[in-house]
Nanobody, 125 residues
Framework: QVQLVESGGGLVQAGGSLRLSCAAS????????MGWFRQTPGKGREFVAA????????YSADSVKGRFTISRDNAKNTVYLQMNSLKHEDTAVYYC??????????????????WGQGTQVTVSS
């Protein structure tokens, strides 16, 4: 059974920072790509960032480029999302997800086969 557990969400003022973590278990973490998505009420799930299995290639949505950084520690089976210069519009539930090694597009949520339960990030303006 694959489990992805997010942590690190919370309430922060605009301009502040948070670091989200996603701990994975139940599969060979280093063989899978990882991604972060977010969702607000009434809207679909939105791609935020992704990282290839070895950590050598990352992708970010235009809305977070220069502010958010994705990284992974394969020894700890954990992927991180460092979020700086947070804005009110970053308020959402953030989900981590894993995608099989064969996945081509990490922007497309259909590439991901396992998802965490989500962690709430609230940015006050």
């Amino acid at each position: 059974q694959v489990q992805l557990v997010e942590s690190g969400g919370g309430l922060v003022q605009a301009g502040g920072s948070l670091r989200l973590s996603c701990a994975a278990s139940g599969r060979t973490f280093s063989s899978y790509h990882m991604g972060w998505f977010r969702q607000t009420p009434g809207k679909g799930r939105e791609f935020v960032a992704a990282i290839r299995w070895g950590g050598g290639r990352t992708y970010s949505a235009d809305s977070v480029k220069g502010r958010f950084t994705i990284s992974r520690d394969n020894a700890k089976n954990t992927v991180y999302l460092q979020m700086n210069s947070l804005k009110h519009e970053d308020t959402a539930v953030y989900y981590c997800a894993s995608a099989p090694f064969s996945s081509v597009s990490l922007v497309d949520q259909r590439s991901y086969d396992y998802w965490g339960q989500g962690t709430q990030v609230t940015v006050s303006s």
